[in-house]
């Protein structure tokens, strides 16, 4: 009994070890890291100081920026919403509260060294070229096990489903690599960030189609040709205060009755400028974040060179660091106010967009980055993105509901109290986590949903296998 109670009180430390460095969030826990990282890849104290502190600023800096979107953009697309009169039963709470809700599943602390060691048997045993340092973003792995452990009731069968969404996720993010590095700039990073990534074949499949359409395909519209013709209206900046007035004008509307156009010129106003400073922090932010990063790179590059010689080795990070494209924030932000549309007039869409609503830059930069920054098919591939984001939020709202219950967590979030469920934009960004998750359940009606999304997923994917190595072919000199 002695012994027991031992085991179970070194395990109760272990976890709480583990809760506490996750709760220390990216900004701290990534400088940490790399700061470790560039010890161990033999950068020098001094050097390897430095690059964990400039990334750890660099995550602050986009923090920052996200945030200033979350209070001004959120509201004012609440507003929105209540203007149209949209009353829906699941609730977007935000991806911090999946975050949250995963690492609090017990299955966390199982997944988290399986993970990790996965990663590494895949690298050494060349199945792929990621390694991911960006253990903050394990929540997506731990909500899928989350997920198939609820549902099923084996915690066994959730560790199964987590790797084998991560193994696909490693593999995703190595396809990509050279879209990262080319139309990104960021060398010798991938982007194993589920939410973000799996999305990847199934738009580039769009944009083999679209590259066939008459008339459509021959419609480019990106930062610097909109620059080229319109001059200052075509500056980053000046995009972002445009689209700030459009969505201020949208949401603040309905305040025009109450409290008269004085409070509504300034909030539309105020927005507007935000707007600008958004476009014009987050690329300097995520610059800073990539000095920071360069050195750590460089000595990973260097040592898997002598390791593993004619090898690529991809440092795996957070989709954050790519969000900043001009093409990508301004796709994301016209796609506010068609989001909550489409919440209103697709049948069967129980969710209601709210807290992610302001950083759908994260879930839209595979929409766009497909057709090299072409914000007019980048926008028609995001309004597709959006809908099928409706409809797997509103699917996994009963099981996230039920895992927010079972570890005691409760969404703090405004007048949140009379809706049923509780779902999430990122939480239905997680396409393959659903697939992989119904197919656990040969019982339910999903299975078949299931079922043919994989088959449509896996010649997506191997239709386009080639594409974005040939997108990039002259610019990689192949």
């Given at each position: 009994m002695s012994h027991g109670l031992v085991?179970?009180?070194?395990v109760d430390l272990v976890g709480g070890a583990v809760r506490y460095v996750l709760d220390l969030g990216a900004a701290i826990m990534m400088p940490i890291m790399m700061f470790l990282f560039?010890?161990?890849?033999?950068?020098?104290?001094?050097?390897?100081?430095?690059?964990?502190?400039?990334i750890g600023v660099g995550f602050i800096g986009i923090g920052l920026a996200v945030k200033l979107l979350v209070d001004t953009v959120g509201p004012q697309a609440m507003a929105f919403s209540r203007t149209v009169g949209l009353q829906l039963t699941v609730l977007d709470v935000g991806w911090p509260v999946g975050a949250s809700v995963s690492f609090a599943s017990p299955i966390a602390l199982v997944l988290i060294p399986a993970i990790f060691i996965l990663n590494l048997v895949l690298v050494f045993t060349r199945l792929t070229a990621t390694m991911d340092v960006d253990l903050w973003n394990y929540w997506h792995f731990i909500y899928t096990g989350a997920l198939v452990e609820t549902m099923t009731g084996s915690q066994g069968l959730g560790v199964l489903a987590a790797c084998i969404t991560a193994t696909l996720i490693f593999k995703l993010a190595?396809?990509?690599?050279?879209?990262?590095?080319?139309?990104?700039?960021?060398l010798g990073v991938s982007l194993p960030h589920t939410e973000t990534v799996n999305?990847?074949?199934?738009?580039?499949?769009?944009?083999?189609?679209?590259?066939?359409?008459?008339?459509?395909?021959?419609?480019?519209?990106?930062?610097?040709?909109?620059?080229?013709?319109?001059?200052?209206?075509?500056?980053?900046?000046?995009m972002g205060a445009l689209l700030g007035l459009l969505i201020g004008a949208l949401g603040g509307w309905s305040t025009v009755a109450t409290g008269g156009w004085g409070p509504f010129v300034k909030n539309t106003l105020l927005l507007a400028?935000?707007?600008?400073?958004?476009?014009?922090?987050?690329?300097?932010?995520?610059?800073?974040?990539?000095?920071?990063?360069?050195?750590?790179a460089e000595g990973a590059r260097e040592l898997f060179q002598r390791r593993f010689p004619e090898r690529q080795i991809y440092i795996g990070l957070d989709g954050a660091v790519v969000i900043a494209h001009p093409s990508g924030m301004a796709v994301a932000l016209l796609l506010v106010p068609i989001s909550l549309a489409l919440a209103m007039v697709l049948p069967h869409n129980r969710m209601l967009p709210f807290a992610d609503l302001a950083v759908l830059a994260f879930y839209v930069i595979w929409a766009v980055a497909c057709s090299r920054g072409n914000i007019f098919r980048g926008l028609v591939n995001g309004v597709l993105v959006v809908v099928a984001i409706l409809y797997i939020g509103s699917d996994l709202a009963p099981l996230t509901t039920q895992i927010a219950k079972n570890v005691g967590f409760m969404p703090d979030v405004a007048g949140a109290s009379h809706y049923v469920q509780w779902s999430g934009i990122a939480l239905g960004?997680?396409?393959?986590?659903?697939?992989?998750?119904?197919?656990?359940?040969?019982?339910?009606?999903?299975?078949?949903?299931?079922?043919?999304?994989?088959?449509?997923?896996?010649?997506?994917?191997?239709?386009?296998?080639?594409?974005?190595?040939?997108?990039?072919?002259?610019?990689?000199?192949?």
């Open positions: 085991l179970l009180s070194a560039g010890l161990a890849l033999r950068q020098g104290l001094s050097r390897s100081l430095r690059a964990g502190l400039t190595d396809w990509t690599a050279p879209a990262v590095e080319h139309h990104f700039g960021l999305w990847a074949p199934l738009m580039y499949a769009l944009e083999r189609v679209e590259q066939h359409i008459p008339g459509f395909n021959r419609v480019t519209l990106d930062p610097q040709k909109i620059r080229q013709r319109f001059g200052l209206l075509g500056e980053p900046m000046t400028v935000t707007m600008a400073a958004v476009l014009v922090i987050l690329p300097k932010m995520v610059a800073l974040l990539m000095e920071g990063l360069m050195p750590i960004s997680h396409v393959l986590p659903w697939i992989v998750l119904r197919l656990f359940d040969p019982s339910a009606p999903q299975f078949y949903w299931a079922l043919g999304a994989l088959v449509i997923y896996g010649l997506c994917w191997f239709w386009v296998r080639r594409d974005v190595q040939a997108q990039f072919a002259s610019a990689a000199g192949s």
